[in-house]
């Protein structure tokens, strides 16, 4: 039987995927996001506003099923810090909140694999959804949001409400319309703006992927649980191999050490802070991030979810192809994508 959906933050680059499969299956879509909709999708009804505004929460959540809670601050930087707490925590409570009021079945909060890691955390630790840290822990303003607001919908789930937790690791492939910090480094790359690269190691997954993952985990999951939803762990110069195999496009081989990477970031973004407004190159809490090479383990959601994951390879090609489409990409190298 088809089921009435709310998808929190449903014209995000991931929002949009888990909308399209709900649909897919014939289920009874509201998104509830600040954006207004390129083009409307037949039969999705919207509801403009944040998740901040109480009142409109209630409103979107009336008469729902499931609700899938992706809304959130989710750049590594912003102008006004608060707002990653504001829109996080208290839009997070407010969903919540409004959630067990209105008798909703269950609830996917969607987290970061960025509450289970910090700068501090040993290199090249083995990492899943058993991790604990704390507030202190956090890296930077958007970890210190994204922790608080899991701690939300973990304390939702302890008042009995059927809530469970996902963590995706970074997102790739097409759709990327706004064009997150990952895709933004991919293209950036791909436009030869970074001459040298900060080594690290990523944990990268397909967007599609993760999209599926959330309905699998209101199906299977756990309430109180987390799922790990992320696929290949790789370093960032394996990464820009691949690319470089892929599009044919020469990509820097000069490494930078991490101490000069922090020195960069700090002056850029309090340049950005102060005087541009704009988002710095590269954010300081990304580059923190990059100090502890951490590997995650996604064993639970393989075989609790029955969750699977594409090749890396895949979802770049698609990726670079939808970035091609929207002409993001300036001629360099070949410009040839492998076939």
Same mark, same amino acid.
């Given at each position: 039987?088809?089921?009435?959906c709310?998808?929190?933050?449903g014209?995000? *680059? !991931?929002?949009?995927?888990v909308?399209?499969?709900l649909?897919?299956y @014939?289920?009874? /879509?509201? %998104?509830?996001d600040i954006?207004?909709?390129?083009?409307?999708?037949?039969?999705v009804?919207?509801?403009?506003?944040?998740?901040?505004?109480?009142?409109l929460?209630?409103?979107?959540?009336?008469?729902?099923?499931y609700?899938?809670?992706?809304?959130?601050?989710?750049?590594?930087?912003?102008?006004r810090?608060?707002d990653f707490?504001?829109?996080?925590?208290t839009?997070?409570?407010?969903?919540?909140?409004?959630a067990?009021?209105?008798g909703?079945?269950?609830v996917?909060?969607t987290?970061t694999?960025?509450?289970?890691?910090s700068?501090?955390s040993r290199?090249?630790?083995?990492?899943?959804?058993s991790?604990?840290?704390?507030y202190q822990?956090m890296v930077?303003?958007?970890?210190?949001g994204? *922790? !608080?607001?899991e701690?939300e919908?973990?304390e939702?789930a302890?008042? @009995?409400?059927h /809530?469970v %937790?996902?963590?995706p690791s970074?997102?790739?492939g097409?759709g990327?319309?706004?064009?997150t910090?990952?895709?933004?480094?991919?293209?950036?790359?791909?436009n030869?703006?970074?001459?040298a690269?900060?080594?690290?190691v990523?944990n990268?997954?397909?967007?599609?992927?993760?999209?599926?993952?959330?309905?699998?985990?209101i199906?299977?999951g756990?309430?109180?649980?987390r799922?790990?939803?992320?696929?290949?762990n790789?370093?960032l110069?394996?990464?820009l191999?691949?690319?470089?195999?892929?599009?044919?496009?020469?990509?820097?081989?000069?490494?930078?050490?991490?101490w000069?990477?922090?020195?960069v970031?700090a002056?850029?973004?309090?340049?950005?802070d102060?005087?541009t407004?704009?988002p710095?190159?590269?954010p300081?809490?990304?580059?923190r991030?990059?100090?502890?090479?951490?590997?995650?383990d996604n064993t639970?959601?393989?075989?609790?979810?029955?969750?699977?994951?594409?090749?890396?390879?895949?979802?770049?090609k698609?990726?670079v192809k939808?970035y091609q489409?929207?002409?993001?990409?300036?001629?360099?190298?070949?410009?040839e994508m492998?076939k």
């Amino acid at each position: 039987m088809a089921k009435r959906c709310l998808v929190t933050g449903g014209l995000g *680059f !991931l929002g949009q995927h888990v909308v399209e499969l709900l649909r897919s299956y @014939g289920d009874e /879509v509201r %998104i509830l996001d600040i954006a207004t909709p390129q083009q409307e999708i037949p039969g999705v009804e919207y509801v403009t506003g944040s998740i901040t505004d109480a009142g409109l929460v209630r409103e979107a959540m009336e008469g729902r099923d499931y609700v899938f809670h992706l809304a959130a601050n989710a750049g590594l930087w912003s102008p006004r810090k608060q707002d990653f707490l504001t829109v996080n925590q208290t839009g997070t409570r407010n969903i919540m909140e409004a959630a067990m009021d209105a008798g909703v079945e269950r609830v996917v909060h969607t987290s970061t694999e960025s509450v289970l890691k910090s700068d501090r955390s040993r290199k090249n630790q083995v990492c899943d959804e058993s991790v604990e840290l704390t507030y202190q822990d956090m890296v930077g303003a958007y970890c210190k949001g994204k *922790f !608080l607001a899991e701690q939300e919908a973990r304390e939702a789930a302890k008042r @009995g409400l059927h /809530v469970v %937790i996902v963590n995706p690791s970074i997102p790739i492939g097409p759709g990327d319309r706004n064009l997150t910090p990952p895709s933004r480094m991919i293209v950036d790359f791909l436009n030869g703006k970074y001459p040298a690269y900060l080594e690290s190691v990523l944990n990268v997954v397909d967007v599609r992927d993760v999209a599926y993952g959330h309905l699998l985990a209101i199906e299977n999951g756990k309430p109180g649980e987390r799922y790990f939803l992320g696929n290949q762990n790789i370093r960032l110069s394996e990464l820009l191999q691949l690319l470089e195999q892929l599009t044919g496009i020469p990509m820097p081989e000069r490494q930078i050490p991490y101490w000069l990477a922090l020195v960069v970031s700090a002056v850029s973004e309090t340049i950005s802070d102060t005087i541009t407004k704009k988002p710095p190159t590269a954010p300081l809490t990304g580059v923190r991030l990059a100090r502890s090479p951490i590997y995650f383990d996604n064993t639970k959601a393989t075989t609790e979810l029955n969750v699977s994951f594409r090749p890396v390879m895949s979802s770049l090609k698609d990726a670079v192809k939808w970035y091609q489409q929207q002409g993001w990409l300036q001629p360099r190298g070949s410009g040839e994508m492998e076939k």
